[in-house]
């Protein structure tokens, strides 16, 4: 089979994020095959094409190769965040490469940098983020330097912080959780204090999620799944249309926990540059 795929970055899900280069592929494609968590945008952008919504790796790959074999126009597989930091991109790009069908990627704004920021976190600040680790909590080794930032995804934050705790992980690092669904505030604390589901919600749901999407807040209220009840109906994943926004932070829906100095709200030695020298005992106070 012969064909061509261009693999779109879509962003952290809000319209305003999404590139011009993106916006112009999903302008001109005859089907987009979507990440549920931003169908919204390519049911926005893409007006004349077939929107296919599926889950990740074989099913999207599925509909990839079927979308080839029946119209010969452009085919866009559209992903949540940066196709490069997309867990299912590898995976969907070697099996399109097997069938002898060309690729192209467009980058798209990383969630694991957008959706921090946006809660004024830089995931990399000098002299103070030596190192910064993104990946799943189940592939990333356990934080214990305070200028190592790490940013991972996980489908609970409690757990997930109690999974880094156990595995070794400094309890007193700072650290901050982005709930997956609308309706919740960013948690902040030190690593032990989320594992502990003690953090303190530093920002207003609204105060993320409105800067993206102003229905978003209402679209996910309720407790989503992994924070004390079911997520809420909508798309295929269970995530509301239009829900990710800047507050559906991880790939898929999940939930996105950074550690390290830098989610410290306090003022920090990267201020004078100089190097965070020690955990802070018991997160932000």
Request: proline share 9%; charged share 15%.
């Amino acid at each position: 089979m012969t064909g061509r795929v261009v693999l779109v970055g879509a962003g952290p899900g809000d319209p305003d994020l999404v590139t011009l280069r993106a916006e112009a592929e999903l302008a001109a494609a005859a089907i987009v095959v979507s990440d549920g968590t931003v169908q919204h945008l390519a049911r926005r952008f893409a007006y004349r094409a077939e929107v296919v919504v599926v889950p990740d790796g074989v099913a999207a790959v599925a509909a990839l190769l079927a979308a080839m074999s029946s119209l010969g126009g452009k085919v866009v597989r559209l992903y949540a965040g940066d196709p490069w930091l997309h867990p299912a991109h590898a995976e969907e790009l070697a099996a399109l490469q097997r069938e002898a069908i060309t690729t192209e990627p467009v980058a798209g704004v990383a969630i694991e940098v957008a959706v921090p920021a946006q809660a004024g976190i830089a995931v990399h600040v000098r002299h103070l983020a030596v190192a910064c680790t993104l990946g799943p909590v189940e592939a990333v080794p356990p934080p214990v330097d305070p200028a190592r930032t790490l940013v991972v995804s996980c489908e609970e934050g409690a757990a997930a912080a109690g999974r880094l705790v156990a595995g070794g992980g400094g309890r007193d690092l700072p650290a901050a959780l982005f709930p997956s669904a609308a309706g919740l505030g960013v948690l902040r604390g030190s690593l032990g204090e989320l594992a502990a589901g003690t953090g303190q919600v530093q920002e207003a749901a609204g105060d993320v999620l409105a800067a993206a999407d102003p229905g978003a807040a209402q679209a996910g209220a309720g407790p989503p799944a992994g924070h004390g009840g079911p997520a809420p109906a909508g798309t295929p994943d269970g995530n509301p249309v239009g829900h990710r926004g800047l507050g559906g932070p991880g790939i898929g829906g999940a939930s996105l926990l950074v550690v390290g100095a830098v989610a410290d709200p306090r003022p920090t030695a990267a201020a004078g540059g100089g190097r965070a020298s020690a955990p802070v005992p018991g997160g932000p106070g």
